[in-house]
């Protein structure tokens, strides 16, 4: 069975912390996908990466960062959180040139 | 990406169909449709998607239209199960292209 693992499922944080959203795919995907989900705004684009070390940005990449180290794991990074990036956070991939994506169960962060 | 157009919300009976309307009026010629549906607290799963004939899996059919400016996905016999929000796409399955989910239609599977 094809996984997508998020390493946290809740986080609650204070602002100003650095915050790391882990995601690890064990299907050997080029691409890789971070979105965030509010309510009334679906999902939405932050960062995406089609390759090791290759990263783009999405719609809404202030305030984040990644890192794409090895093929299966994409970090989201928080470099000083705030309160307006609580939200729900949503790890994908996909096989280069498709688009079926698989998700993972994703990861709750309150930032206090 | 061409962008699409769905009810934000519908309600079914259960035991019946579930037809769920998308209108992408500007898509391109090489661009798929996909559907994905997001189940209360979990992450979206990838239903369904075609390019220009219709298509059924174990989960769903797609049904495009002739001039492919809107499709419905159907469920033949909804359950309990399918209430979720459910996510038309449009997109070049090319890397590199986003993809937009919008709001999507929450489909309440009522008993």
């Known amino acids: 069975d094809v996984k997508v693992t998020q390493s946290s499922r809740y986080l609650v944080k204070r602002t100003g912390e650095k915050v790391f959203l882990e995601c690890v795919q064990d299907?050997?995907?080029?691409?890789m996908f971070w979105y965030r989900q509010d309510p009334g705004l679906g999902l939405r684009l932050i960062y995406f990466?089609?390759?090791?070390?290759?990263?783009e940005k999405g719609d809404i990449p202030e305030g984040y960062s990644v890192s794409r180290e090895k093929k299966e794991r994409f970090s989201l990074i928080l470099e000083s959180a705030s309160t307006n990036q609580t939200s729900m956070y949503l790890c994908a991939s996909t096989y280069v040139n498709t688009g079926e994506l698989f998700f993972g169960e994703g990861s709750r962060l309150t930032v206090l | 990406d061409a962008k699409t157009t769905q009810p934000t919300s519908m309600d079914c009976a259960e035991g019946r169909a579930a037809n769920l309307p998308c209108n992408h009026s500007t898509i391109s010629g090489n661009e798929y449709v996909y559907w994905y549906r997001q189940i209360h607290s979990q992450g979206p799963q990838y239903i369904i998607h075609?390019?220009?004939n219709n298509e059924t899996n174990e989960m769903a059919s797609l049904i495009i239209t002739e001039d492919r400016k809107s499709s419905t996905l159907i469920l033949p016999h909804a359950t309990l199960r399918d209430t979720a929000v459910y996510y038309c796409i449009v997109r070049v399955d090319t890397t590199g292209n986003q993809f937009y989910f919008g709001t999507g239609t929450s489909l309440t599977v009522i008993p």
């Open positions: 299907m050997d995907h080029e691409n």
């Open positions: 075609g390019l220009k």
């Open positions: 990466s089609y390759d090791v070390k290759m990263k």
